[in-house]
């Protein structure tokens, strides 16, 4: 029988095994070739001052260089490395990479690196998290962690600590997509949030309503009153830019700004901007 052969093998000669499930098995052989071969990249996108129009920080965000697909979004491989545990080290590496890159940008500059409950659910990860910092001589203090909601959903009081110790450290935390979950404004009660990124489905959808932004405004000022930083997510475009400064939000990050990029695009556009600002 083919499923005495062991787990990954009977797949392959299972008759009636659909095409998607087909394709998972794939993917999931494939994920684990290129995290042994390196071919993960990590691009950055711009968060944005809005009073002073500067860049703050960057967001880390991962792709995969497939050697047939090309550039994979994380959209569809992260759910995957989710499920598997994959994240676990994907998340490691992208961690340190983000740190070492950090590590060459100017001081005022600081990086949001992604995490999945499945990372801080892990004992070690508020060392794993002291490692990078270490190896990469980042101050604590220029490294963000974003983290959804459903971080806080599972195993919520051993998550709470572990975030308590990194805010301890000097490490930030923003709550990411801010919305989109059942429960997020409880969250703001049970943990001191540096950060609130409101999800883009708000700006998007404000678009040409007349209760543009009220949501938006909304959710500044409970940031606002709770003394937490907000950051609008997916600005696209001059009018949704309008929205949001109107509606008070501290920073944006968006397409209109500029996409995700490599580093030495990041570091082209810092240093077009400190000079624009020096003359
Ligand atoms: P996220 O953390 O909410 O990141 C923002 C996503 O919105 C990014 O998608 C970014 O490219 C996209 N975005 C930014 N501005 C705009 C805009 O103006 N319009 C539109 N339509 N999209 C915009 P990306 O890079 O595809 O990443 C998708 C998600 O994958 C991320 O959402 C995050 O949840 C996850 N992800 C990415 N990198 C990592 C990682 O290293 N670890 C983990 N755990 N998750 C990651
Ligand atoms: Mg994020
Ligand atoms: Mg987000
Ligand atoms: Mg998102």
Same mark, same amino acid.
């Given at each position: 029988?083919?499923?005495?052969? /062991? !787990?990954?093998?009977?797949c392959?000669?299972e008759?009636q095994m659909d095409?998607?499930a087909r394709?998972?098995?794939?993917?999931?052989?494939?994920?684990?070739?290129?995290?042994?071969?390196?071919?993960?990249?990590?691009?950055?996108?711009?968060?944005?001052?809005?009073?002073?129009?500067?860049?703050?920080?960057?967001?880390?965000?991962?792709?995969?260089?497939?050697?047939?697909?090309?550039?994979?979004?994380?959209?569809?491989?992260?759910?995957?490395?989710?499920?598997?545990?994959?994240?676990?080290?994907? /998340?490691?590496?992208?961690?340190?990479?983000?740190?070492?890159?950090?590590?060459?940008?100017?001081?005022?500059?600081?990086?949001?690196?992604?995490?999945?409950?499945?990372?801080?659910?892990?004992?070690?990860?508020?060392?794993?998290?002291?490692?990078?910092?270490?190896?990469?001589?980042?101050?604590?203090?220029?490294?963000?962690?974003?983290?959804?909601?459903?971080?806080?959903?599972?195993?919520?009081?051993?998550?709470?600590?572990?975030?308590?110790?990194?805010?301890?450290?000097?490490?930030? &935390?923003?709550?990411?997509?801010?919305?989109?979950?059942?429960?997020?404004?409880?969250?703001?009660?049970?943990?001191?949030?540096?950060?609130?990124?409101?999800?883009?489905?708000?700006?998007?959808?404000?678009?040409?309503?007349?209760?543009? /932004?009220?949501?938006? =405004?909304?959710?500044?000022?409970?940031?606002?009153?709770?003394? &937490?930083?907000?950051?609008?997510? /997916?600005?696209?475009?001059?009018?949704?830019?309008?929205?949001? !400064?109107?509606?008070?939000?501290?920073?944006?990050?968006?397409?209109?700004?500029?996409?995700? =990029?490599?580093?030495?695009? &990041?570091?082209?556009?810092?240093?077009?901007?400190?000079?624009?600002?020096?003359?």
């Open positions: 029988e083919a499923k005495s052969a /062991g !787990r990954g093998t009977h392959l000669f008759p095409e998607t394709e998972r098995t794939v993917l999931e052989r494939e994920l684990r070739e290129a995290l042994t071969f390196g071919r993960f990249e990590v691009h950055y996108q711009p968060l944005v001052d809005l009073d002073r129009n500067r860049i703050k920080g960057v967001e880390a965000l991962v792709r995969w260089r497939h050697p047939e697909r090309g550039l994979i979004s994380p959209a569809v491989f992260i759910p995957l490395a989710e499920e598997t545990g994959l994240i676990v080290p994907l /998340g490691e590496w992208v961690l340190n990479q983000a740190c070492r890159d950090a590590a060459t940008l100017a001081d005022d500059i600081s990086v949001a690196v992604n995490v999945s409950a499945i990372q801080l659910r892990n004992r070690t990860f508020a060392q794993t998290v002291l490692m990078a910092l270490a190896a990469s001589g980042l101050k604590a203090t220029r490294l963000e962690l974003e983290i959804t909601e459903s971080v806080l959903l599972d195993d919520t009081e051993a998550n709470l600590e572990t975030l308590h110790t990194l805010r301890r450290l000097g490490v930030r &935390i923003s709550m990411d997509d801010f919305g989109t979950g059942y429960s997020s404004i409880s969250y703001l009660r049970r943990f001191p949030f540096d950060k609130i990124k409101i999800d883009r489905s708000f700006v998007r959808d404000s678009a040409g309503r007349s209760d543009a /932004g009220a949501i938006i =405004r909304a959710i500044v000022g409970l940031g606002t009153s709770l003394g &937490i930083t907000t950051l609008v997510e /997916g600005v696209e475009t001059e009018d949704q830019l309008a929205t949001v !400064r109107a509606e008070g939000a501290q920073e944006i990050q968006g397409y209109l700004f500029s996409p995700p =990029r490599p580093l030495s695009e &990041i570091n082209e556009m810092l240093f077009l901007a400190k000079a624009r600002s020096a003359a």
